[in-house]
C-alpha cells in the first residue's frame, strides 16, 4: 500500500499521525486518503452523493446533464463510473499510473461538451465542502484545520490537472466562491428536479423496496436543506422528521468514538460495483 497507516489501534490514530508527522500542503494525497478510506469512508461517501444534488441544483448547468442522457438512463452505471474514477485517483494517487489513467478518462468524457469554467469550480468546490460539512453536522471526530486544508489542496491539483481555470487561491477563498457562487445561481429547473428524482431513486433502490420508497425518500430529504430542496423541487420535510434524522445520525458519534480505529481501508476500486459485477478497466469506464 501506498500510504501506510500507524500501527496504533487508538480510535484517534490517523489524527494523531496527521497532526504530528505530515502536512497539508506537501502530503495532501496522503492525509486524504488516511482520512477519506480509514476515519471517514461512509461520511465522506454520503457527502458526495450531497456534492451531487448540489450540482443538479445549478439550473444553468442541468439541460446538458438532461441532454446526455447518462444521468436519467443509465443512472447506475453514470453513479458507479463516476465513482471508480475518483476513488481510482484518491487511492492510488493522481500520480500513479491508474491514477493517470483515470484522469485522461475523465478528461475525455468531459471534452466531449462544452461546460462553463465556472461550473467546473463549482463542481470542484463542492467535493472539497460537502465532506467538511457533512462532518461537522454528523462526524465522529471534527476535522482538523491540517484535514481541511489538505483536502483543498488534493482537489485542488485534481482541478488543475482537469485543466479548470482560477480555481481560488485558499480554502477559505473557495469557500466564498462556493457560497457566492449558490446564492447567485441555485434556481429551480425542471431539469433540476428530473435529475435529483433519479438520483434519489436510485440511492433508495440500493437499501429499501419500492414499497418504502415515499418513507425513504423523506429521511433523504431530511438531510437537504431548504434553498437545496426549492432548486430540485423536492418537498420540505417536516421539522420533527429532520430533526430525528439530524439526532438519529449524530447518535454514531459516541458508538464509533468507543470501537477501534479500522485497521484496513476501505477502498472502493476493490468492492463489487453494482454495474461490473467481474470487474472493470479504467479505459472502460464512462460513455461510450
Not at 497539508?24 to 450531497?50: G, M, N, S
Not at 435529475?195 to 433523504?220: E, N, S, Y
Amino acid at each position: 500500500m501506498r500510504w501506510a497507516p500507524p500501527e496504533s489501534r487508538s480510535r484517534y490514530a490517523i489524527r494523531d499521525h496527521i497532526e504530528a508527522n505530515l502536512d497539508p500542503v506537501k502530503d495532501h494525497q496522503e492525509i486524504a486518503f488516511l482520512t477519506t478510506c480509514y476515519d471517514f469512508p461512509w461520511d465522506t461517501q454520503r457527502a458526495l452523493e450531497l456534492a451531487l444534488l448540489r450540482v443538479f441544483g445549478i439550473a444553468k448547468g442541468t439541460p446538458l446533464l438532461v441532454q446526455t442522457g447518462e444521468l436519467l438512463q443509465r443512472t447506475q452505471k453514470r453513479y458507479d463510473d463516476t465513482t471508480l474514477i475518483l476513488s481510482e485517483i484518491l487511492e492510488n494517487g493522481y500520480d500513479s499510473e491508474r491514477g493517470r489513467a483515470a484522469l485522461r478518462r475523465m478528461n475525455q468524457q468531459h471534452r466531449r461538451y462544452t461546460i462553463p469554467n465556472d461550473e467546473y469550480l463549482h463542481t470542484l468546490s463542492t467535493f472539497i465542502f460537502e465532506p467538511v460539512r457533512w462532518n461537522e453536522r454528523f462526524g465522529w471526530r471534527p476535522l482538523t484545520r491540517k484535514e481541511k486544508l489538505a483536502g483543498y489542496h488534493y482537489w485542488k491539483q485534481v482541478g488543475t490537472l482537469m485543466n479548470i481555470r482560477d480555481i481560488p487561491p485558499s480554502f477559505e477563498a473557495f469557500e466564498r466562491f462556493n457560497l457566492e457562487y449558490e446564492a447567485e445561481h441555485l434556481r429551480f429547473s425542471e431539469n433540476n428536479h428530473r435529475l435529483a428524482v433519479a438520483t434519489r431513486d436510485l440511492m433508495l433502490g440500493w437499501v429499501l423496496p419500492k414499497a418504502l420508497w415515499p418513507l425513504g425518500a423523506q429521511v433523504i430529504h431530511a438531510l437537504i436543506d431548504d434553498p437545496l430542496l426549492d432548486a430540485v423541487g423536492l418537498p420540505r420535510p417536516p421539522p420533527a422528521l429532520r430533526r430525528i434524522v439530524e439526532a438519529a445520525l449524530r447518535a454514531r458519534g459516541p458508538l464509533l468514538r468507543a470501537m477501534p480505529r479500522r485497521r484496513s481501508p476501505r477502498l472502493l476500486t476493490r468492492m463489487k460495483s453494482r454495474t461490473y459485477p467481474e470487474g472493470y478497466r479504467v479505459e472502460d469506464l464512462g460513455a461510450r
